[in-house]
């Protein structure tokens, strides 16, 4: 026997919903609406607007695993920033060494001692023995890219249909109906055709990983550049 949802019973529990939503975040709601005179689409980052309800919920304040909007609703956060928080909102040891940091200066452009601390402690956790920082993920995969390119000698990329990487031109490529690979909807401004810089294969699909991998995609110039460039040791 098979079990079919009551769709119309369903509409009435997400009306029940919805409206519960609205009249316990009103305050979220003006924020919303005077947010859109000075932010597209009211939300500073575009995907924030991505809300299955009427609006996003404006937080005031979290620590540890919840946190509070600007209704005083709490929330338990199983998101926690998208691991941003993974150890928990605000943590009293990160917040005092914040605090003590910004008082003596927060960006010099210069090396200090902690950048090598830290560098031995990842270096002693994940066994690589060299570290480079960067400002986001989507700055760290733009590095790996290119070094990958450096290392490899090939010029193309393959991902994964739906991956995200963050705002990586290259990785917001999909899979047309014929199997090519073309750009995703809503990427907007692209610099090229993305099937010039990347293959992409189904999740799980290992003769389609095989078959892209087969090509090679050499890079169509030369390295001799960056050879010529690259800083010589004094003898
Ligand atoms: C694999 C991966 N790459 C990139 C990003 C984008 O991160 P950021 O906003 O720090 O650039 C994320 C964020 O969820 C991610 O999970």
Known sequence: MSTQIDRVRLAQLRKVEEDRFLATHKKSAEAFADSQKVMHEGVPMSWMAKWPGAHPVFVKEAKGARFTDIDGNTYIDFCLGDTGSMTGHSPDATIAAIKRQADIGITSMLPTLDAAVVSKELASRFGLPKWQFTVTATDANRHVIRYCRLITGRSKIIVIDRCYHGSVDETFATLDDAGNTVKREGNLGAPVDLDVTTRVVEFNDLAGMEAAL??????????????????????
């Not at 087969?214 to 460039?229: E, I, L, R």
């Open 214 to 235: 087969k090509h090679g995609d050499p890079h169509n110039f030369s390295w001799s550049w960056w050879y010529d460039a690259r800083p010589r040791s004094k003898a």
